[in-house]
């Protein structure tokens, strides 16, 4: 696959936070996010069904 978009990097303070993403300007398909938090590392697939 390739890197569609970066949303945020950048650090940030400790507790719970949320980011939003407008996939409205790609393709229905499946894709990939991943998510880095000092020593934790998450890679989660999602689907986008338009």
């Known amino acids: ?3 569609v978009e970066t949303l945020l990097n950048e ?3 400790a507790g719970e ?3 939003k993403w407008n996939g409205g300007n790609n ?3 499946v894709y990939f996010i991943s998510f880095e938090t000092g020593e934790f590392f998450s890679n989660q697939k999602i689907i986008l069904m338009k």
């Open 27 to 29: 393709p229905s398909g």
């Open 17 to 19: 936070h949320e980011i």
């Open 11 to 13: 650090k940030l303070i």
């Open 1 to 3: 696959g390739r890197l």
